[in-house]
């Protein structure tokens, strides 16, 4: 009896070591008890930061305009859109305007006096490469009511093709170079990240007790 007693004490004991050990080593691992932090708390997640909280995964658009290929894009733009546009300067407009100078224009205003609907000539703005880009993943998220009648083009690189073809016929604002980072959110996102590395099984935890709690009642 007193020594499984204290074999059970001992055990008690060797456990709550290997804790603590543990919880300092991995203090020491995040550096969260150090005062000079590093900058970005956690470990880097590559390329996450590129996306600019895209959901899209894969490469950025600025990747994807630097990599395309302009005859690609004609092919593919005389197939998908070619019904509605023509490209040639001075194109006749058809159920689209004629798409002729357009990267960099502004939004709607084409000056080939096609009838835009309001959901694009209110709309503001140019067509920047990233706006292009936005409009030809899906027209309708883009201005809800205009009268393109087109689905959208789920590729980013038939996107990209597309939007450089476009670029080489009436020219465009310069390129955007891949490497290209948005200065803005530095701040918010160490902060986060701190409050979250050391504290994500306790927050895991917190969240099954909420889960086996709600349903409950
Ligand atoms: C079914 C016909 C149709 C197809 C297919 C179509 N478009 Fe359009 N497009 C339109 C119409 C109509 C408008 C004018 C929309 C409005 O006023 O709301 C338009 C507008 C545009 C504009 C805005 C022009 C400006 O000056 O503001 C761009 C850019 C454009 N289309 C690009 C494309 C591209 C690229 C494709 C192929 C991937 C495509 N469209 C496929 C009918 C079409």
């Not at 300092?24 to 008890?33: E, G, I, N, Q, R």
């Not at 959208?152 to 980072?181: F, Q």
Request: include cysteine; aromatic fraction near 8%.
């Amino acid at each position: 009896m007193d020594d499984r007693f204290n074999t059970a004490a001992g055990w008690v004991l060797f456990s709550g070591i290997v804790a603590l050990g543990l919880s300092s080593l991995s203090a020491k691992y995040f550096m969260a008890d150090k005062h000079h932090a590093p900058h970005e708390m956690g470990y880097p997640v590559e390329g996450a930061a590129d996306e600019g909280g895209d959901a899209n995964k894969g490469p950025s658009l600025a990747e994807l305009l630097a990599s395309g290929d302009v005859a690609k894009g004609e092919k593919a733009a005389k197939a998908r859109c070619g019904t509605c546009h023509t490209f040639d300067q001075g194109g006749a407009n058809g159920t689209g305007p004629n798409l002729y100078g357009t990267v960099g224009e502004d939004i709607g205003h084409g000056k080939r006096g096609f009838a835009f609907s309001s959901a694009l000539a209110d709309h503001g703005g140019k067509w920047s490469y990233e706006n292009l880009d936005a409009w030809l993943t899906s027209p309708k998220a883009f201005a809800a009511g205009t009268k393109m009648s087109f689905a959208g083009l789920s590729k980013g690189e038939d996107r990209a093709n597309i939007i450089l073809y476009l670029r080489s016929l009436g020219g465009g604002p310069e390129l955007p170079t891949p490497e290209a980072k948005p200065a803005e959110g530095d701040e918010a996102a160490p902060a986060d990240a701190a409050s979250d590395a050391p504290a994500g099984e306790d927050a895991k935890a917190a969240e099954a007790a909420a889960a086996e709690a709600a349903p409950a009642k």
